[in-house]
Every structure is written in C-alpha cells, then in structure tokens.
T-cell receptor
Framework: RKEVEQDPGPFNVPEGATVAFNCTYS??????FFWYRQDCRKEPKLLMS???SGNEDGRFTAQLNRASQYISLLIRDSKLSDSATYLCVVYQAGTALIFGKGTTLSVSS | EPEVTQTPSHQVTQMGQEVILRCVPI?????FYWYRQILGQKVEFLVSFYNNEISEKSEIFDDQFSVERPDGSNFTLKIRSTKLEDSAMYFCASSALGDQPQHFGDGTRLSIL
C-alpha cells in the first residue's frame, strides 16, 4: 500500500522551461500537505505548504485537490539551481509526515 | 534563521554496538521527530515526541530504539545492538505545532560495519 505516490522522473528540462510534478495520496483523512526539496545527500528543506485554494511563491505554484487526493507543483522559468529531488509530503495526525519517494529534476543550460 | 542542529555528522560503528545521535531542535518548537533515509530510498518516520513523551512511533521504532530529552535543549536517539541494516541518514526535525511544517537538521550519516 503506497501512501504517497510520485512519478520518480527524472525530469530533464532546459533553463527557462516550465515543469509540473504530480502526487497522489491514499489517506483521505490527511490534514496538511507540503512540498519539500532535497539535494543529494542533504536534508529535506521545506519549499512550500499546499492549500486547497492553491498558493504561489514566486516561480512556484502548488495546488491541492482533496476530492481527487491529488497535489501538484508547477515550476516556471526553471533555473539551474532548481535541480533537486522534490518530495511530496502529507501530514496525518498520529503518523507525522509521510513522504513520497520524490521526483528528480535536472535543469540544464 | 533558527535551525535544527545534529551531531555527529557521520558516525561509524561496529555491528552490535550502541550509538547515540544528538539533536538540538529549534528553541521555541514543541514537537520533535526522528526520521531515517536509507540510501536511495524515501524518508521514513520513526518517532515523534511531545511534552516529554513519545506521541507516535512507526513499526520501525522497535525495542532497539529509544529517545530522550535529557535537558531543555537536546533530543537524542539511541540505537542498541546496531545491525548492518541500520546504516542510513538519520534526520531530526522539529515543529512549533503538530500539523505545522517541520524543519530538518542536516542529518547524521550512520555507517554500521
């Protein structure tokens, strides 16, 4: 039973491209949703929380569809520094954070 | 910006030995967590700690593991009788509230020989 599923990629895109990542979660009682980014052999770092109304932070836009149990992340105008693994993360009361395996993004010049 | 700090950054230990991994959470946070990440795999929840006791633990967190908050700042993970399969990155995290974003330390790489 996979609780948080992501397309592992890798996504290989040129600088300036727009790229979208998708994620589904299995537990309808999940309460909070996040995107984290993880660089190779580093700790996960919070990128943004995800709200039902959708939210934007600069070049990053996150969307949540509770009915479909679906979360997305859109990155516009990709930079070389965006190269990382993007982790879809779900909070369920009583189990702390549940991580997806991550989607790897490689941005090239 | 306040951050979670972990020591040591790398621990090498003989199989069967005990290890203690240390963490200093962000000072005004109330919830503390340990996670592990085996190389090439996803981050896995081990245990959460609130109000000086374990609030939740996963199936991974068996009798081999224990956590402690020995003073007002440190939060430790003890692994007894280490096995080869305990080799992983161990991340400590903290949050202000249970459903708020968690902030991670930069991890301890544990290598069991």
């Amino acid at each position: 039973r996979k609780e948080v599923e992501q397309d592992p990629g890798p996504f290989n895109v040129p600088e300036g491209a727009t790229v979208a990542f998708n994620c589904t979660y299995s537990n309808s009682a999940s309460q909070s949703f996040f995107w984290y980014r993880q660089d190779c052999r580093k700790e996960p770092k919070l990128l943004m929380s995800v709200y039902s109304s959708g939210n934007e932070d600069g070049r990053f836009t996150a969307q949540l569809n509770r009915a479909s149990q679906y979360i997305s992340l859109l990155i516009r105008d990709s930079k070389l520094s965006d190269s990382a693994t993007y982790l879809c993360v779900v909070y369920q009361a009583g189990t702390a954070l549940i991580f997806g395996k991550g989607t790897t993004l490689s941005v090239s010049s | 910006e306040p951050e979670v700090t972990q020591t040591p950054s790398h621990q090498v230990t003989q199989m069967g030995q005990e290890v203690i991994l240390r963490c200093v959470p962000i000072s005004n946070h109330l919830y503390f967590y340990w996670y592990r990440q085996i190389l090439g795999q996803k981050v896995e929840f081990l245990v959460s700690f609130y109000n000086n006791e374990i609030s939740e633990k996963s199936e991974i967190f068996d009798d081999q593991f224990s956590v402690e908050r020995p003073d007002g700042s440190n939060f430790t993970l003890k692994i007894r009788s280490t096995k080869l399969e305990d080799s992983a990155m161990y991340f400590c995290a903290s949050s202000a509230l249970g459903d708020q974003p968690q902030h991670f330390g930069d991890g301890t790489r544990l290598s069991i020989l």
